[in-house]
């Protein structure tokens, strides 16, 4: 990519970071972001050409102790903080735009919630409520927060009212008959039971899964 340099400063700064390894030079790349990129990965992946996903990682390990850092694996993603983590606010400002458009599982076959929000909108909630581009993650990094934090993207279907079947009315002038008669007789006592579907009961109902586990 191509790498805006703007001073001889970030010169001296690229030739630093080429010296360093590890954390340390991860370190001083979050601490770059921070001074001289307003604290955003994404503007420091533009003007020095350091990987953002690299700067987000310097920024995590800012916040570990030297001890933390020693002993965290050094392979993989196993040692990165995850951004709704490193920003408590963030996830919760997260959970307040997407509950109000969430869905759980209907099967009740897993804890997963689905919304119809895309990573891009809720990009764009957040910017209403403050958050500035430059301290937001970008939009393939929001899907992967949304994941994490057990959402998936699923259009949300309204319920379907049942066809009237051909008996009803025929049910219906049943059960008025009935119950006028009933009601006149005083050694009948009267009980109203709404019921709308089957439920198997025992250890199989709904999967073997508890509604309000």
Same mark, same amino acid.
């Given at each position: 990519?191509?790498?805006?340099?703007?001073?001889?400063?970030?010169?001296?700064?690229?030739?630093?970071?080429?010296?360093?390894?590890?954390?340390?030079?991860?370190?001083?790349?979050?601490?770059?972001?921070?001074?001289?990129?307003?604290?955003?990965? =994404?503007?420091? #992946?533009?003007?020095?050409? @350091?990987? =953002?996903?690299?700067?987000?990682?310097?920024?995590?390990?800012?916040?570990?102790?030297?001890?933390?850092?020693?002993?965290?694996?050094?392979?993989?993603?196993?040692?990165?903080?995850? @951004?709704?983590?490193?920003?408590?606010?963030?996830?919760?400002?997260?959970?307040?735009?997407?509950?109000?458009?969430?869905?759980?599982?209907?099967? +009740?076959? *897993?804890?997963?919630?689905?919304?119809? +929000?895309?990573?891009?909108?809720?990009?764009?909630?957040?910017?209403?409520?403050?958050?500035?581009?430059?301290?937001?993650?970008?939009?393939?990094?929001?899907?992967?927060? +949304?994941?994490?934090?057990?959402? =998936?993207?699923? =259009?949300?279907?309204?319920?379907?009212?049942?066809?009237? &079947?051909?008996?009803?009315?025929?049910?219906? #002038?049943?059960?008025?008959?009935?119950? *006028? *008669?009933?009601?006149?007789?005083?050694?009948?006592? #009267?009980? *109203?039971?709404? &019921?709308? &579907?089957?439920?198997? +009961?025992?250890?199989?109902?709904?999967?073997?899964?508890?509604?309000?586990?």
């Amino acid at each position: 990519m191509t790498v805006g340099i703007e001073s001889e400063s970030d010169e001296l700064l690229l030739l630093a970071a080429k010296q360093l390894r590890g954390s340390t030079r991860r370190i001083f790349l979050a601490q770059v972001c921070d001074t001289l990129c307003e604290g955003s990965p =994404r503007k420091t #992946e533009q003007r020095f050409g @350091w990987g =953002r996903e690299t700067v987000e990682k310097g920024l995590a390990d800012r916040a570990l102790t030297a001890q933390e850092r020693a002993t965290r694996p050094s392979s993989g993603n196993k040692g990165r903080v995850a @951004w709704e983590i490193r920003d408590p606010q963030m996830a919760i400002d997260i959970r307040l735009i997407a509950e109000p458009r969430t869905q759980s599982d209907p099967e +009740l076959k *897993s804890e997963r919630c689905y919304t119809n +929000l895309s990573a891009a909108e809720v990009l764009t909630a957040l910017q209403e409520k403050g958050y500035t581009l430059a301290k937001l993650p970008s939009e393939r990094t929001m899907r992967d927060i +949304l994941n994490r934090m057990n959402y =998936r993207l699923k =259009r949300i279907q309204k319920g379907k009212p049942l066809k009237k &079947t051909e008996a009803t009315d025929a049910i219906f #002038e049943n059960v008025n008959a009935v119950r *006028s *008669s009933a009601g006149k007789d005083p050694n009948t006592l #009267e009980i *109203s039971i709404d &019921t709308k &579907t089957k439920v198997k +009961l025992g250890k199989y109902s709904q999967g073997g899964k508890n509604q309000n586990r």
